[in-house]
């Protein structure tokens, strides 16, 4: 079975320029993730969607990051315009989410590591 | 708000040594508790978990028992291989699926 898929693996761009991240979840999970982590640090919750919904954006950076997931499948992560901080490595992840669990396991994907110059 | 705080590392040890990575947690209500291993130039891996009080959850010769008195949920392996050396991270989830994760620990297996 595959597991997440995450391209570019790796992206370098100057500052103000967009950049774009793109995730394909695990045939069948209806909950996808993008976590955010930087150099020494754990993963960080950006945003999480169920089906096409953005359930939990709180994290979200909303003037300059954009994210979606148009049918409910793959996903999109934007930043316009990058700054040099946003230079991190950026994770997607997906899970199953049924309702009679307490918890639904995440798959992570290897990551998109970002250097802005 | 929730958090997770994880022993600093690097921890370098011999192969067959003992291993223990330290961790504890902060958190409202009674959260499930995780290990996640992240393998050089690979994505996060759920390592092992505990979804309540005194559980015990092991994989691959890892363990970790979930401590509520002392907010707790210690990585041990009785015997540590080259193969292991791998950046853990210790994480919980106190509602709606969030994962909140400690900073990592990197851990060097020496032969």
């Known amino acids: 079975e595959a597991g997440v898929v995450q391209s570019p693996r790796y992206k370098i761009i100057e500052k103000k320029q967009p950049v774009a991240f793109w995730c394909n979840p695990i045939?069948?999970?209806?909950?996808l993730y993008w976590y955010l982590q930087n150099l020494g640090q754990g993963p960080e919750l950006l945003i999480r969607?169920?089906?096409?919904?953005?359930?939990?954006d709180s994290q979200l950076p909303k003037d300059r990051f954009s994210a979606e997931r148009l049918k409910g499948v793959d996903s999109t992560l934007k930043i316009q315009p990058a700054e040099l901080g946003d230079s991190a490595v950026y994770l997607c992840?997906?899970?199953?989410?049924?309702?009679?669990?307490?918890?639904?396991?995440?798959?992570f994907g290897p990551g998109t590591r970002l250097t802005v110059l | 708000g929730d958090s997770v705080t994880q022993m600093e590392g690097p921890v370098t040890l011999s192969e067959e040594a003992f291993l223990t990575i330290n961790c504890t947690y902060t958190?409202?209500?009674?959260?499930?508790l995780f290990w996640y291993v992240q393998y050089p130039g690979e994505g996060l891996q759920l390592l092992l978990k505990?979804?309540?009080?005194?559980d015990k959850g092991s994989n691959k010769g890892f363990e970790a028992t979930y401590r509520k008195e002392t907010t707790s949920f210690h990585l041990e392996k009785g015997s540590v291989q080259v193969s292991d050396s791998a950046v853990y991270f210790c994480?919980?989830?106190?509602?709606?699926?969030?994962?909140?994760f400690g900073a990592g620990t990197i851990l060097r297996v020496k032969s």
């Open positions: 992840a997906s899970s199953y989410l049924s309702w009679d669990s307490s918890y639904n396991e995440q798959f």
């Open positions: 045939s069948g999970h209806n909950t």
């Open positions: 969607y169920e089906n096409e919904e953005a359930v939990d």
């Open positions: 958190a409202t209500g009674y959260p499930s």
């Open positions: 505990a979804t309540k009080a005194d």
């Open positions: 994480a919980l989830s106190a509602y709606g699926n969030k994962l909140v």
